[in-house]
């Protein structure tokens, strides 16, 4: 011992990066977890009413669902100090016509149905250096949103939480349009994600076209002209993101924001055809004794709900949102809040529509990994004017456009975990 | 003359702020793990795990598990017995100024060489959780030298320390060894 401490004290020690991480190879795990969810819902929606559905009476004003996910997680650490590891999620989808692309927004095919069928979630592969930080490759989150900084939440209370899987899809084919940016969809790309430098990391993406998974056809397409890769195919190619990020502590209060930011190449359409999208996020949360308060404000050339993942009109102007939450923690209790409101332009001479969300929660921690949790939702869509999915203007009065609409939302549940 | 002080004082003071730089840098600079990223998975969102460890493991080795015999809990200290009982070992040829087993920090009084009363050094060691892993412990080693009649902060190699580190661990290694092989 002393011979090492003598034989070392003549060198200046000066080695830039992993030094005194004492580095070990550790045998590969493979692991299998996730969570189960069951929700009860409450809904008070004008659109359930029959003068908006056509039907002879309102619809159920309560829902059950249940969801759940398998997650095969896979984590290794080579001799030389890069992690590395794999995640594979196959989740409950609600696929209900051939090809469906339930990741694609707007493309008309979302949820309702018998349900129950199982498909991936994200799947992706990773390498981490300790000094060099993180290549992941896969159907995974894109830079933008794995960095970005959004107003707190508790679980399933939200701008676009646990309430929207009950109300019925406007006829912009939309729930909300109140979000974080876009997620990437889960469509293939490769991520990096840099080291932390004193709180700072960043982050980029970049993703061909929109699609995940093995098939580089779109939708079952037998056809030499239906390749993903196709201009024309209706979706956005050449998807980058980015995102800059800070984390730290001043005193007892700690500090999170980010700047997150993503772009597309618009898909060739009859003209006047579409502007390529962009979304665009800063997000800032502080935290003390329990307590977080935060928001969010979103961005960019995109429209609905997409956020980006679909050209936007030509003649759109941009569109906002923005959301201030709080959460606060005492115990296995956490309570939560929040306050949400976007904008979107409906096009031409038409008003614009106005989306606004307030809602409270509560999430009681059982056991670890059992949660129950109970919120309240109350939405309130002022959009003067359908649109059909590809953006054109719908004949005004039919079913589900041109609606003002209220909606209240109670709902309460169980998420298991683990 | 002047100007060349003036320079020599500023190639100093530079080597000084590089220094300083790496050895901030050393302290700054990390890749972030996997759940330091915003995740809208709804798994992410539950606090904890049923079970106690994430995911059920099918295949290799449960690291969070290796708290084994006397490590823990039982032994009523707060770290890792097998790191704590090896770290003790390792630097007890230096006089011990403080040992909290609880908060797993080990700390050296000044020690000289014998033959070499010019340097002197210190140690400070710390177990950094309950579980038997390569990173559980770090050790921060101090040298000082005597120039004229005053001790004065001399720079330590940083493979010293993650050599005491390495030194250390091999300890717990056998230690734990020796443990399971008297529980069979």
Redesign the interface.
């Known amino acids: 011992?002393?011979k090492?401490?003598?034989g070392?004290?003549a060198?200046?020690?000066?080695?830039?990066?992993g030094?005194?991480?004492?580095?070990?190879q550790?045998?590969?795990?493979?692991?299998?977890?996730?969570?189960f969810?069951f929700t009860a819902g409450y809904v008070n929606d004008d659109f359930d009413r029959p003068n908006v559905t056509g039907a002879n009476r309102s619809r159920s004003k309560v829902d059950f669902r249940s969801?759940m996910?398998i997650?095969v997680?896979v984590r290794?650490k080579a001799a030389n100090g890069l992690s590395y590891g794999a995640e594979i999620?196959l989740q409950m989808d609600n696929v209900t016509s051939p090809g469906g692309s339930s990741g694609v927004l707007g493309s008309g095919f979302i949820g309702a149905g018998s349900g129950g069928i199982v498909d991936t979630d994200?799947a992706w592969g990773?390498i981490?250096?300790?000094?060099?930080?993180?290549l992941q490759f896969g159907d995974q989150?894109s830079a933008a949103?794995?960095?970005?900084?959004?107003a707190p939440s508790v679980?399933?209370l939200g701008e676009s939480g646990g309430w929207d899987e009950f109300v019925a899809i406007d006829g912009a084919n939309t729930r909300y349009i109140l979000s974080t940016i876009n997620?990437g969809n889960d469509s293939t790309k490769i991520i990096y994600?840099s080291?932390?430098?004193?709180?700072f990391?960043f982050g980029v993406s970049y993703a061909p076209n929109t699609f995940e998974g093995e098939n580089l056809l779109q939708n079952n397409a037998q056809q030499n002209g239906s390749l993903q890769r196709n201009a024309n195919g209706g979706f956005i190619r050449n998807e980058l993101s980015g995102a800059l990020r800070y984390r730290g502590s001043f005193g007892n209060v700690g500090v999170a924001a980010a700047f997150s930011a993503m772009r597309g190449d618009a898909p060739d359409g009859v003209a006047p055809g579409f502007q390529d999208p962009n979304a665009y996020q800063v997000g800032l949360n502080l935290s003390a004794y329990g307590l977080t308060v935060g928001g969010h404000y979103v961005w960019g050339k995109f429209d609905r709900a997409s956020f980006g993942r679909i050209g936007l009109p030509q003649g759109r102007d941009t569109s906002t949102n923005w959301t201030i939450g709080a959460t606060y923690r005492i115990g296995a209790m956490?309570l939560g809040a929040f306050y949400a409101l976007g904008k979107r332009d409906n096009g031409g001479a038409l008003a614009d529509r106005e989306q606004r969300a307030i809602g409270v929660g509560a999430v009681y921690?059982l056991?670890?990994?059992?949660?129950a949790f109970a919120n309240y939702t109350n939405v309130n869509d002022e959009n003067v004017a359908g649109l059909t999915a590809t953006g054109v203007v719908a004949a005004n009065g039919a079913p589900g456009n041109l609606r003002n609409r209220n909606i209240d939302i109670f709902i309460i549940g169980t998420?298991?975990?683990? | 003359m002047r100007k060349m002080r003036l320079t020599r004082l500023m190639m100093v003071g530079l080597t000084g702020t590089?220094?300083a730089a790496?050895s901030a840098?050393?302290g700054?600079?990390?890749?972030?793990g996997?759940d330091e990223?915003?995740?809208?998975?709804?798994?992410d969102?539950?606090?904890?795990?049923?079970?106690?460890?994430?995911?059920?493991?099918?295949?290799?080795?449960?690291?969070n598990q290796q708290r084994g015999g006397g490590a823990g809990e039982a032994s009523g200290i707060g770290v890792n017995a097998f790191l704590w009982r090896a770290a003790l070992d390792?630097l007890s040829?230096m006089p011990l100024s403080s040992a909290d087993p609880f908060g797993g920090v080990l700390i050296t009084d000044w020690y000289s060489?014998p033959g070499?009363t010019s340097?002197r050094?210190r140690a400070t060691a710390y177990i950094l959780g309950r579980t038997l892993?390569?990173?559980g412990?770090?050790i921060a080693l101090f040298?000082q030298e005597l120039r004229g009649n005053a001790w004065v902060d001399?720079?330590?190699?940083?493979?010293?320390?993650?050599?005491?580190?390495?030194?250390v661990?091999g300890r717990a290694r056998e230690l734990r060894a020796q443990s399971t092989a008297a529980a069979r």
């Open positions: 011992m002393r090492i401490l003598l070392t004290t060198v200046v020690g000066a080695a830039l990066m030094m005194g991480v004492a580095q070990a550790e045998a590969p795990t493979v692991r299998v977890g996730g969570y969810e969801d996910e997650s997680i290794g999620e994200e990773f981490s250096s300790p000094t060099l930080g993180t989150d949103d794995q960095l970005k900084v959004a679980t399933n997620d994600l080291p932390q430098f004193f709180g990391d956490s921690t056991a670890p990994g059992l949660e998420r298991l975990a683990f | 590089l220094l790496c840098l050393e700054n600079v990390r890749t972030p996997l990223y915003s995740s809208d998975r709804r798994r969102q539950v606090r904890g795990r049923l079970g106690g460890t994430d995911g059920i493991l099918i295949f290799g080795t449960d690291r390792t040829f060489p070499n340097e050094f892993r390569s990173d412990v770090r040298r001399v720079p330590v190699a940083a493979s010293t320390a993650s050599e005491l580190e390495d030194q661990l």
